[in-house]
């Protein structure tokens, strides 16, 4: 019985000169079409040593390989697989065969490994451009992460056994303020930036006006609530609202040092704020405005709501400002420690599993002839799973993959015919906010750069409790 999806599979399995991106859900074949193209390049003559195929993990890049070779072997003894009898109705021609032949003795040639390895193996070739050690290896993840908590905690150390701390020093503050959870706070964001390694904090944007928003919208629900004549029990949330103005007022002129950004973080707690954190809840007063309000209580708790919607949005404003700044000096402050573990790394001429991926996108991007050689050398790339490739994999991807003269961002550049092949499901992303995006930017439904998207760091609620933004490039 014919597939309804034939037609797609017949060109996934021929149009070897096209670059292809399929989409499928979970069970439809999305790997064995993949191993299919793969015998089907060594059926027409494409050396194997120039085929990449990637995909999620060893144990999925073991199980792809031997599907390749089952295909491969199955096929030369005349034993055509199901799944490429649409390309093969008849079996493979005498060329080909010989073809099939000749790759057979040279399968392990085939480059077929997660994105970690293909560019452990692309920066070994390519280290002197790299900068690193040629020999050097690789930390599993237990490895780097002992090794990055052990220089921070030096670090902490060395930062409180200060006997006499730098006057505004914001590692000493912060660790008054909590003892406890500052330590925790400040591991978390040195994660955050390992983590995040292209973020950098929002330059701070405080000034002598910063709270003029956030007041001047409660002054309005004020002389909104005076207008349509009601008691101020009524709505007990334009009192809180006033409470929160008096503790931002003339705070900021001149702005405040980095204990003067603590205490404006951290306002006494008020009814309207979420507990455990300050940030203001959703509004609660309707049933009140109802009652109040008689034949027009409907009327007015809604405009009483929108009045406390725009209060509430000129706060969180107002905070995140706040929040940016403290943020900005903290990572400041962290430079140190990761500039300490770039330094141990480099002298003990190892590796983590980031500096693979950051380390080959630089080399790609710096080094047009290395970009050219690497493209000649791996002229077919296949990736399966291509939901969990985030922007930095599929950029090295696409700069090997695209047009020598072609500067622009990855996700646009023009690709040379046949070299891409993708496979996935964004259903199935494991990591679904970062891979959604990647996957939308190769569909084309997306075109907005990385740059534009910003990443969230929360600190903790007790010690915290707001959310600061970065750049990431």
């Given at each position: ?129 790299a900068a690193i050690d040629p020999g050097a290896d690789v930390l599993d993840g237990d490895q780097a992460d002992f090794a ?236 399966d799973e291509f939901q969990d490739t985030d922007p930095v994999q599929a950029e090295i991807i696409f700069l090997l993959c ?72």
């Open positions: 019985m014919e597939m309804v999806d034939g037609a797609e599979r017949l060109r996934a399995l021929t149009d070897l000169e096209s670059c292809l991106l399929v989409e499928a859900a979970a069970g439809t074949g999305k790997t064995s079409l993949l191993a299919g193209r793969v015998v089907m390049l060594l059926a027409h003559g494409v050396d194997p040593q120039s085929i990449a195929a990637i995909t999620f993990t060893e144990l999925a890049a073991g199980e792809l390989r031997q599907r390749i070779a089952s295909y491969l072997h199955r096929i030369i003894e005349g034993r055509i697989p199901d799944e490429l009898r649409p390309a093969l109705p008849s079996g493979p021609d005498a060329a080909q065969t010989e073809m099939l032949r000749a790759a057979a003795k040279r399968l392990d040639e085939l480059t077929c490994g997660t994105i970690h390895s293909f560019c452990h193996d692309l920066l070994k070739t390519y280290s002197v451009e990055f908590d052990a220089i921070f905690d030096r670090w902490w150390r060395g930062r409180l056994d200060r006997t006499a701390p730098a006057a505004g020093d914001p590692i000493a503050s912060v660790a008054r303020r909590d003892p406890i959870n500052a330590e925790g706070l400040l591991r978390s964001f040195a994660k955050f930036r390992r983590r995040h390694r292209g973020a950098r904090p929002l330059p701070a944007d405080l000034d002598a006006h910063a709270d003029v928003e956030f007041a001047e919208s409660v002054r309005e629900f004020r002389r909104w609530c005076d207008q349509v004549d009601v008691p101020p029990e009524a709505d007990p949330d334009i009192v809180a609202l006033e409470a929160l103005v008096s503790h931002f007022q003339g705070r900021f002129d001149p702005l405040p040092d980095f204990e003067g950004l603590l205490e404006l973080a951290h306002p006494a707690w008020l009814p309207i704020m979420r507990k455990g954190t300050s940030n203001l809840r959703d509004y609660r007063r309707r049933t009140l405005w109802r009652k109040v309000g008689g034949a027009d209580g409907e009327r007015l708790a809604d405009q009483a709501e929108e009045h406390f919607g725009r209060c509430r949005q000129a706060y969180c404003t107002l905070m995140g400002r706040i929040a940016t700044s403290i943020i900005g000096i903290f990572s400041g402050e962290l430079d140190e420690v990761m500039m300490e573990y770039e330094t141990f790394k480099r002298r003990a001429a190892v590796l983590d599993f980031d500096d693979l991926l950051f380390t080959s996108r630089e080399v790609l991007r710096d080094h047009p002839s290395v970009r050219a050689t690497a493209a000649e050398r791996f002229s077919r790339l296949l990736v695209g047009t020598a003269k072609d500067d622009r961002a990855w996700h646009a550049r023009s690709l040379r015919p046949g070299h891409l092949f993708v496979v996935g499901d964004p259903k199935q992303a494991i990591y679904s906010f970062r891979a959604a995006r990647t996957w939308r930017r190769i569909s084309g439904c997306a075109r907005r750069s990385r740059r534009n998207s910003p990443t969230i760091f929360s600190g903790s609620p007790r010690t915290f409790g707001l959310e600061a933004r970065f750049w990431t490039t």
